[in-house]
């Protein structure tokens, strides 16, 4: 004789009653084997808490002959199974599944959804367990919501509750065409609307039509942006200026355009080129020198140089020693050698700011005596330099030896 493990779970099964059930295998078949003889006999299981137990039944040995037992299943259901050969352990799902005497045995429905569970095949009705219901829960993995009340299987699932604004949404029919919006028109009521109702809901103007490159913006405010930051702006205007390529002009006939700083504040222009108009109340060159170049350069004061642009020179040696200073004008204090009356003397200035062209200026500014004594006067320029020469013209006909000085001024001429 041989041995069969019989392994169950009738909770597995789909039982609501799986605790301390009996189930009973009886053996159908009467001979012998060699020297042994079999009768019908029987074997029972208890069940337990969980629904588990197995029990061990009696093979014939023979090789190729299968056993045949009868199962009384709880409830007083029964099965006739055929234990196969060689098996020394089976599940009870696969003896009710497959080896069946009967394949289509008339066994109840209980019988045939527990065969259903353990195989998991077929359709199950819950409704028809005994009891009417099943405890635990199922994993989300085998089709369930691992939860046992609605809120924990929302958020088992991820799911959202449905409430009110849902049902509200509900109640809208199929949109009749593309392109519609469902906006909400009150408490606890939604409609579709068509792109330009849905503009007016929202509060949007024309300018949510407009294309990107095609923009036309009549009213309101622009704050805090760069105009013509990816593409230039070709024509800009702001009340009566239009800013148009290099130009700034005005578009009210006549009108002035003034630029007029805060304060201490100052319009500081790098570069300028004046075509026309006046510059009044104001110095030209005040902080740094400039150059200034035009028709007629007139003065109802006084013309000349600033402060920074003259120097001073002391002659050495003698009356005919040359001298150099570098500046458009200057005093230059003679030597106080002797000059005879009636008697010229000439020296030379040297200064890179004179030109060929240019016209020096020289008189006496001051001298011992009376002015009048000597008379000063520019004799040749060149570039870089000019002579001087300086007369004794005294009244009393006598020999001087006076340290004159003399003021000169550089004026910039041209011959063409």
């Not at 035009?294 to 040359?322: C, E, F, R």
Request: aromatic share 4%; glycine share 12%.
């Amino acid at each position: 004789m041989a041995q069969t493990t019989v392994n169950y779970n009738l909770k597995d099964a789909g039982y609501a009653n799986f605790a301390n059930q009996t189930i009973t295998f009886t053996l159908k078949d009467v001979g012998t084997h060699g020297d042994n003889v079999f009768a019908r006999g029987s074997v029972s299981s208890l069940s337990d808490a969980n629904g588990a137990g197995s029990l061990t039944v009696f093979r014939t040995a023979a090789s190729n002959t299968n056993t045949t037992y009868d199962i009384t299943l709880p409830g007083g259901e029964h099965a006739e199974v055929i234990i196969p050969d060689g098996v020394s352990s089976i599940q009870l799902s696969t003896l009710l599944s497959v080896h069946q005497v009967d394949a289509t045995p008339a066994t109840s429905s209980v019988l045939s959804t527990a065969v259903n569970r353990a195989n998991h095949t077929g359709d199950l009705t819950l409704d028809s367990l005994p009891g009417g219901a099943i405890t635990g829960t199922l994993a989300v993995a085998n089709g369930g919501t691992n939860a046992s009340s609605a809120s924990a299987a929302r958020t088992s699932l991820g799911a959202q509750e449905q409430k009110d604004v849902l049902d509200d949404l509900g109640a809208l029919s199929a949109p009749a065409s593309d392109g519609q919006f469902i906006v909400a028109t009150g408490a606890g009521a939604f409609q579709y609307e068509t792109a330009a109702t849905a503009r007016t809901s929202l509060g949007l103007g024309t300018i949510a039509t407009q294309a990107s490159n095609s923009v036309d913006i009549d009213g309101g405010a622009i704050d805090g942006v760069t105009i013509g930051t990816n593409s230039v702006a070709t024509d800009v205007r702001v009340d009566n200026l239009k800013l148009d390529g290099n130009a700034i002009t005005s578009t009210d006939t006549d009108g002035n355009i003034n630029l007029t700083p805060d304060g201490t504040g100052e319009v500081n222009i790098s570069k300028v080129d004046i075509d026309g108009g006046a510059i009044d109340g104001t110095t030209i060159g005040g902080s740094t020198a400039a150059a200034v170049t035009g028709t007629d350069v007139l003065a109802t004061d006084s013309i000349g140089y600033g402060a920074g642009n003259g120097g001073t020179v002391t002659q050495t040696t003698s009356k005919s020693t040359g001298v150099t200073l570098n500046a458009v004008s200057g005093e230059i204090t003679m030597h106080n050698a002797q000059l005879n009356h009636d008697t010229n003397v000439q020296f030379t200035l040297t200064n890179n700011k004179i030109a060929a062209t240019d016209v020096v200026l020289v008189n006496i500014k001051d001298c011992v005596g009376a002015s009048s004594e000597y008379i000063a006067t520019i004799t040749a320029v060149g570039s870089g330099s000019c002579e001087i020469m300086l007369r004794n013209i005294s009244n009393d006909n006598n020999n001087k030896s006076e340290a004159v000085v003399l003021s000169f001024a550089v004026i910039k001429a041209v011959t063409s």
